[in-house]
T-cell receptor, first 109, second 116 residues
Framework: DAKTTQPNSMESNEEEPVHLPCNHS???????IHWYRQLPSQGPEYVIH???SNVNNRMASLAIAEDRKSSTLILHRATLRDAAVYYC??????????FGAGTTVTVRA | EAGVVQSPRYKIIEKKQPVAFWCNPI?????LYWYLQNLGQGPELLIR????????DSQLPKDRFSAERLKGVDSTLKIQPAELGDSAVYLC??????????????FGPGTRLTVL
């Protein structure tokens, strides 16, 4: 599986944007970039995914570099409920989600 | 719509005892996964089912772990006998089962196992 690199932790203030980077220099042309997050004492939940173009949904935005070797998950206005571990995952044709250690996001009130 | 249901949420057992975890996936989801999550790490896949068939169990420690999904709906994961190192969170997930790279996996809340 192609690997991703994320910072261990990030802090943000409530109602400010959060930019979570992910490096994936060995990404292949068929790899989708997925983001999941895991709130405390819960299972992971889907956030967003993309292939080449930037993507927006109600939870977040995903900005993908032109060479696809990196991407950034953007939480536009962080709330205390966004405190979680965020996982950046590359996914090829199949079903497999290979989770790394993720980025722990702390939101200060 | 109900999400993935797991029980129990917490389980404490003595080492060498057996333990079982139950999962009911989202209705209509053909694919079911069991993951193991150690403290401070991301989940790791143990086994994947397509309906009642285990199509990927390569990461399941078969000497002590077993799983079943007899009618292609709910599933049970068993450990016998449990060891201290099995203390972890066991997560169940399901997906519609078309195996596209865009498919979302829906996770349950997990069962936290503590082996004393």
């Amino acid at each position: 599986d192609a690997k991703t690199t994320q910072p261990n932790s990030m802090e943000s203030n409530e109602e400010e944007p959060v930019h979570l980077p992910c490096n994936h220099s060995t990404i292949s042309g068929t790899d989708y970039i997925h983001w999941y997050r895991q709130l405390p004492s819960q299972g992971p939940e889907y956030v967003i995914h993309g292939l080449t173009s930037n993507v927006n949904n109600r939870m977040a935005s995903l900005a993908i570099a032109e060479d696809r070797k990196s991407s950034t998950l953007i939480l536009h206005r962080a709330t205390l409920r966004d405190a979680a571990v965020y996982y950046c995952i590359l996914r090829d044709r199949g079903y497999k989600l290979s989770f790394g250690a993720g980025t722990t996001v702390t939101v200060r009130a | 719509e109900a999400g993935v249901v797991q029980s129990p949420r917490y389980k404490i057992i003595e080492k060498k005892q057996p333990v079982a975890f139950w999962c009911n996936p989202i209705s209509g989801h053909n694919t079911l996964y069991w993951y193991l999550q150690n403290l401070g790490q991301g989940p790791e896949l143990l086994i994947r089912y397509e309906n009642e068939e285990a199509v990927d169990d390569s990461q399941l420690p078969k000497d002590r772990f077993s799983a079943e999904r007899l009618k292609g709906v709910d599933s049970t994961l068993k450990i016998q006998p449990a060891e201290l190192g099995d203390s972890a969170v066991y997560l169940c997930a399901s997906s519609p089962g078309q195996n596209r790279p865009t498919d979302t996996q829906y996770f349950g809340p997990g069962t936290r196992l503590t082996v004393l």
